[in-house]
């Protein structure tokens, strides 16, 4: 397997050669023009990158002069490097090193995807998340269909009958912004209430169409995030709080801009500059932002911040916000049935028709959601392990301990150190 000329010079240490002694912020910068130049082989590899421009050239021209073969033995090369170099303990260096190790890992299994190698699911979630789900049979999820059904009785499919109802709460198009912009300003409000965001951090909110998720985030660097929301689907009064916390605060937007300013501007940490959506980093930014939500609006908080505050934004009447809000909670049961149709379907267990019949039935969902979330996991694929795990991870971990500030301060732990899975004291 030949080497290009550039990796080597880049990653490999000449045999002889009289060379500085390595040091983990040289690994770290060798990593962020390997990890950019993979992202020139996959679109969409790299969620965010707000480091030097001078990286980025070199990490364009490590893509044009590299095959993806030399690519993966260039992060076989880095790997070797941080092993040398890795420490035991729990200091800062050791879980600088630890992170870095995790990562490569995760770019090692995305490049043996792109290479057309097929993997098994639980295979491409331990290579590339650190993480195997442990899952239930789908029969698991029936009693908790039945005890849906009881909150939605009459006639017709379950599905049907829960699409119908909820989409009674749908916010009209000409009152999505003012009740958006009051939903952000509500999970940042609760969110600055515990912990301190850096000085003149912002987010522009833009609603967009044709794409296979409900909302992203693209991190710019400068403490500034672009959010967009998917308008393709009519979207429902409770998505407003859940989008704005996941995306914003405490999420997202949040756990960005604390990395940049405590470890790539604090500590000169360059790696943290750059963000590769399939890796261990992903299940700690999904799992947190969706943890985030409840955090920031525990049990019934929530339905009385959205009845007293974005109801009357969307011209919504309030009578069965409650029942709505209980079918909600009932419904977040069901979580695990979409981890177990996506590892049915990608093992080419079931097909595509059949992954969208059966979440119509374990997810309670319109034909057009199910495609929806169907279409998600084909572009994403083990990506969707990330959202109820990392949620229940984070959750465990936070929740063991004690009172509303340790578990803030916890939370703020998690988001803002080179934080992995096993880290978390968590079930799994």
């Known amino acids: 397997m030949l080497i290009s000329a550039l990796v080597a010079a880049t990653f490999l240490q000449p045999a002889g050669a009289q060379r500085r002694p390595d040091s983990l912020n040289a690994v770290a910068r060798d990593y962020v023009v390997l990890q950019l130049a993979i992202g020139e082989k996959e679109e969409g590899y790299i969620d965010a990158y707000y480091g030097p421009a001078a990286l980025k050239a070199q990490g364009q021209a490590l893509a044009k002069r590299s095959n993806l073969a030399a690519l993966r033995s260039a992060t076989r090369a880095l790997s070797a490097r941080v092993a040398r170099l890795s420490r035991p303990g729990a200091g800062p260096d050791a879980r600088r090193a630890r992170f870095l190790a995790a990562q490569l890992t995760a770019a090692d299994t995305r490049l043996r995807m792109l290479q057309g190698e097929k993997l098994s699911f639980d295979e491409e979630a331990r290579g590339l998340f650190g993480v195997v789900p442990d899952l239930k049979p789908l029969s698991f999820y029936d009693p908790v269909v039945a005890e849906i059904e009881r909150l939605v009785p009459g006639t017709g499919p379950i599905g049907d009958r829960v699409d119908a109802f909820q989409n009674r709460f749908t916010i009209p198009k000409d009152r999505l912004k003012p009740v958006f912009d009051a939903a952000i300003a509500g999970c940042r409000a609760e969110t600055l209430s515990h912990f301190r965001m850096p000085p003149g951090e912002r987010f522009d909110l833009a609603f967009v169409t044709g794409k296979s998720w409900s909302g992203y985030n693209y991190y710019q660097g400068g403490y500034h995030s672009k959010i967009e929301v998917n308008t393709d689907l009519p979207i429902r009064i409770s998505r407003a709080v859940d989008l704005g916390c996941h995306e914003g605060y405490p999420g997202h937007h949040s756990l960005n801009s604390l990395l940049e300013q405590k470890l790539t501007r604090g500590r000169g940490w360059i790696e943290d500059s750059v963000f590769p959506l399939f890796s261990p980093q992903a299940i700690i930014a999904e799992g947190s932002a969706n943890y985030g939500v409840e955090l920031a609006f525990p049990g019934k908080r929530k339905v009385q911040f959205e009845t007293r505050t ?15 809000d209980a079918l909600l909670e009932a419904t977040k049961k069901l979580g695990g049935a979409r981890m177990t149709i996506a590892r049915e379907f990608l093992n080419g267990r079931i097909s595509e028709a059949e992954a969208v019949a059966l979440t119509r039935k374990y997810q309670l969902m319109s034909e057009a959601r199910a495609k929806q ?18 949620q229940d991870m984070v959750r465990a971990d936070v929740e063991s301990r004690q009172g509303e500030a340790a578990r803030w301060k916890r939370f703020e732990q998690i988001i803002s150190e080179p934080t992995l899975p096993s880290d978390l004291r968590a079930k799994r």
């Open 310 to 324: 974005l109801y009357p934004l969307a011209g919504l009447p309030t009578a069965d916000a409650d029942r709505y």
């Open 373 to 390: 979330s169907v279409s998600f996991t084909k572009q994403y694929r083990t990506y969707v392990i990330n959202y109820g795990l990392g």
